[in-house]
């Protein structure tokens, strides 16, 4: 049995960095579940069926706009936008960019901040706007617990055992942070209009990562294991859904209980 409440069959979405690792679950959840999806990235991946690409970078108004303008000609105006695409310094950054706060490099701020807060205000103002004119729509702010609470750098511990350096760089959880006061700013702007906007707010995902991180991560985590990618799209149903008519403002956590303690 379907059930209407969460029904989302012959909505359109757009999921930001829908290329990428969590991304692309989004995609084809929600394309499982009737919606038809547009993935704005600026890389291609591997897109499952029922899933159309819109090449496009999220700091680029005019870009945005663009892309929006051929989406709206197809499908008409979005009834979801799930703001996902993001930098985060990966396992194997640059050295400065996990070295010492103190020399944390300027350039990788602003590279950083571009796209993980400029970028969401962008695509707020280009997709959420027109969602706004419309009278309807749900918009969704991916964070992480690094921007609701401190990253742990104890959890990195065993690479500067080895004689690395690693810190979890400070840029992205600054962005993070500005993602929960983005989503309560717009939820009471547009709190008449028929658009809610929320945050939702994962902890660390599998990603196949070295056994010594695997074995701290999962002893800080209540439920003593990671999330799995396909586990965060429960709750991104929820708040595209009807079943979420009357949440807004808020900030959905999916964390396995990492912030309960
Ligand atoms: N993976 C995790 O452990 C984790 C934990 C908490 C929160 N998150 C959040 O989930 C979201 C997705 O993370 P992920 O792990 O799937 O990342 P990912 O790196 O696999 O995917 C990010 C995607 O964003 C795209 N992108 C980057 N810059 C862009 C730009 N300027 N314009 C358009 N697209 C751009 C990339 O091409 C990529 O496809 C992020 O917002 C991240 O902060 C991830």
Redesign the pocket.
Known sequence: MSDPLFDLSGRVGVV??????????YAAGLAERGMRVAV????D?DLPDGVRSIP?????RSALEGALRELEAEWGTPHLLV??????S?PDAPAEEVGPFEAYPESSFDAVM???VK?VVLCCQVVGGAMAREGRGSIVN??????MLSPVQDLYAFRRERGETFFKPVA?SV??SA?LNLTRYLATYWGKTGVRVNTL???????DQPAEFLEAYDARVPMGR??R?EE?LGALVFLASDASSYVTGSNVVVDGGWSAW
């Open positions: 930001t960095g829908g290329a990428g690792q969590l991304g692309s679950v704005f990235d600026v890389e991946g496009v970078d999220v700091t680029d703001n996902n695409a993001a930098l985060d990966p571009d796209v993980n970028g991916v964070s992480s617990v690094y921007g992205y962005s993070k993602i707010t994962l902890a660390g995902v599998w990603n990671m999330l990618a965060a």
